[in-house]
């Protein structure tokens, strides 16, 4: 009798123990790649979610200021913009600058893509001339803007924003 219980209480062999612990390490290796997808996924979304609303902030306030401008300048190529502002602008006066540098989109309190006063509002910019100035006869200078915007290394997740905004204080030529 005693035989009898010591045999069907026989456990399992190493060979089987070995073959479960194998599958189960393929089902973790495959779960834990696609957690790492996921994770990798939900930053790439956050990081473009972020930019581009770093990008329309950045061109609420280059639309404010421009359509208040007396007058816009092209720097360096397209590089960049100077806007001379006139005393009746409340939020700002005298000369700023709206400059790509070096990748990044920036606003100097000055007449060229220097100065120490400075606010950076999107990097990765991938644009190095996004600015351009149409004056047609009769109407009032635009100001063309088109950022190129690419948070990752695949150009598959690059985005562009364009702009036209009408220098309403300007001379029409």
Not at 13 to 38: A, F, P, Q
Not at 83 to 104: F, K, N, R, Y
Request: glycine share 6%; charged share 15%.
């Amino acid at each position: 009798m005693k035989e009898r219980l010591l045999r069907e209480e026989s456990g399992f062999t190493l060979v089987e123990l070995l073959v479960v612990c194998i599958l189960l390490g393929l089902v973790m290796v495959g779960l834990s790649n696609i957690l790492v997808s996921g994770t990798r996924a939900s930053s790439d979304a956050q990081a473009r979610m972020s930019s581009q609303q770093n990008v329309r902030l950045a061109f609420d306030r280059l639309e404010f200021e421009a359509r208040c401008a007396t007058s816009a300048t092209i720097l360096g190529g397209g590089q960049g913009v100077k806007l001379t502002l006139p005393s009746q602008c409340s939020h700002a006066t005298g000369t700023v600058s709206w400059c790509v540098t070096s990748g990044v989109f920036t606003r100097y309190v000055s007449a060229s893509c220097a100065g120490a006063s400075t606010i950076k509002y999107v990097s990765s910019i991938t644009s190095t001339a996004p600015f351009s100035l149409v004056t047609a006869t009769g109407d009032l200078p635009r100001l063309q803007l088109a950022l190129t915007v690419d948070t990752t290394s695949s150009a598959s997740d690059a985005f562009t924003l364009t702009d036209a905004i009408a220098l309403r204080n300007a001379t029409p030529s």
